[in-house]
């Protein structure tokens, strides 16, 4: 089944806040209103609270907030700080459902949109968690998804984006998914890309986005053993630009997911200029697997991602990163 990006928690039917999360959730509560009283505020104070909890204590913690004061958590966030560290601090003041809505939000803002955050949060999703974006992102913008999302994408990239955020995903099933079946579909992926002249895209995507993981990795095995090249290769092959990276890090999410992710972490640090947004959502994102991203980042480039971060951010949102980074994975003294 596809990898799981939301702590359990989130969809927990009895998330109910009347049962109470302890008493550490409202001495951190208090901590991070104490922070913000006054002229200026204590950013250590909150870098130490919000930097060092788990998806599912800032889920606890932003439900509880509310309870207390009467006003969310990521509005007092956005009443104190500024720039990336706003940014920041906000997406950490939320339940990852919601930070998440939030980030589509950004991304579509102004002239254009940030299309590899776009693809990166709605694509390789499980069902599950596809399904709760488009009913949160409702909720919380009043506008459905799909239709914002049309405004937005035109071409390949829209119909590769609309496959993925149908929640079309299927179950795994031994009796269906027979390795018959990934020879077939591994067939029509090469006849309607490197099989033709011109590549199908829609029937192409329609497959990849359909296809639970196990499927994929089937597919991809008996591709490379007929054509002699991976699905990653051949879709590196038939797609170019925006929508040939989506393609990939679709393959490279039912394939090796944690690589995908510490592979966007690094286009976030590439060339010239950091991508302050994509990486601050990568690592707000990622927090309820981070110790298998790391670790996937250190066997593929050789470093840490605080290596990889450290000459590419400063200040006091360097500080929260690495304070989130350090709670996961310590760097060795």
Known sequence: MPLNLYPPIIFEQDASLSRGFGGDIDEDCELLQEACKGFGADKDQVIA????????????????????????????????????FEDLTRMLAMPLDEAECHMIKKATKGVGCHKTLLYSILIGRSNDE?????????????????????????????????????????????????????????????????????TNEKKIFKVLCASPPKHIMNIDKIYAETYGFSLWKAMEKELSGDVGEAAR???????????AMASLIKAACHGIGTDELLLTCCIVRYQHVMKEVMSAHIEEYSKTIQ???????????KDLLFTMLNTAWPEQA
């Open 249 to 259: 890090y679709l393959v490279a999410m039912k394939t090796k997911p944690y690589v």
């Open 130 to 198: 596809m399904n709760r974006i488009k009913t949160n992102y409702y909720k919380y913008h009043t506008q459905d998804l799909g239709k914002m999302l049309a405004s937005e994408l035109s071409g390949d990239m829209e119909v590769l984006i609309f496959n993925s955020i149908q929640a079309g995903e299927e179950i795994y099933d031994p009796g269906y998914h027979t390795d018959e079946k990934a020879k077939e579909d591994a067939e029509l992926i090469y006849d309607k890309g490197q099989g033709q002249w011109g």
């Open 307 to 317: 290596d990889r971060v450290k000459g590419e951010v400063g200040g006091n949102y």
């Open 49 to 84: 609270v919000l930097g060092t909890k788990d998806s599912t204590e800032r889920f606890k913690l932003s439900h509880r907030f509310k309870e207390l004061y009467g006003k969310p958590l990521a509005d007092l966030m956005k009443s104190e700080f500024s720039g990336d």
